[in-house]
């Protein structure tokens, strides 16, 4: 309710949902993948860029697995899609696989964006919705198999979807933190040199500042009304 609220009172041109899997709903997946602990680890490792182990690559390592791992998204963007209907708006949707506007080489779990072929795709000019639903955390190959951006990347996906639509002027991150803390206080506005300069790094992934410029990050409690307070990054 409170989303679509601020959808119907906002001027903004367009506007993204960008869900990621309910707490704990990736660790599930994970477990249930994992039949000893060394699973475990191989799968960590992946999920935090670590290719080095090429055992960890042969087994884990795929588009089967990606796909799987990135059901708690689509399921939330699911859940999004069927309330805001139910409160009479239709959104539009981008789906992993099928019509997404990010696209990454050929690693499975730990992709990395190829921006040029993200910005030639064409999908964002097809979008003829103003309020779009977006997957988190994956993205999908040149052969649109879906791939996934590393652990905890829906914030990475929601940065470069500003990146990439012109329509984009902020993007808003809700939290359970009323924003940046520095010096036990809520900063209001700071630079990226300065957020980057404090080392903070569980709020936000820092991938997410690299197009900072083409948009304004804001970072406010997920309870706050939207577009109000927390800390604004520029």
């Known amino acids: 309710r409170r989303i679509i609220d601020f959808y119907e009172k906002t001027n903004a041109e367009r506007v993204y949902i960008i869900p ?11 477990n249930n993948l994992c039949k000893t602990p060394g699973d475990k680890q191989s799968l960590d490792r992946l999920l935090d860029g670590d290719y080095n182990v090429e055992e960890d690559v042969k087994r884990f390592d795929n ?15 699911q859940r999004f899609r069927k309330e805001t209907s139910r409160l009479g708006v239709d959104p539009q949707s981008l789906l992993q696989g099928v019509n997404f ?17 993200s910005e030639g795709s064409g999908v964002i000019d097809k979008i003829n919705n103003r309020i779009v639903i977006v997957p988190g955390f994956g993205a999908h190959n040149y052969n649109k198999e879906v791939v996934l951006l590393g652990r905890n990347s829906s914030d ?16 808003i991150y809700l939290k359970d933190v009323g ?11 700071m630079t990226k040199e300065e957020y980057t300069k404090a080392g903070i790094k569980k709020v936000l992934d820092p991938r997410c500042l690299e197009y900072l410029g083409s948009y304004g990050i804001r970072v406010q409690h997920c309870e706050s009304e939207i577009g109000e307070g927390g800390t604004v990054i520029t």
């Open 63 to 77: 588009t089967d697995i990606a796909r799987y791992l990135l059901t708690g998204e689509i399921e939330s963007a």
């Open 20 to 30: 990621s899997a309910r707490k704990g709903h990736t660790d599930e997946l994970i």
């Open 101 to 117: 506007p990010i696209i990454a080489d050929d690693r499975y779990l730990f992709a990395s964006v190829d921006l040029g072929a």
């Open 156 to 171: 990475f996906v929601a940065a470069l979807i500003g990146h990439l639509d012109p329509l984009v002027k902020e993007v």
């Open 179 to 189: 924003g940046i803390y520095l010096d036990g206080k809520v900063k209001e506005s």
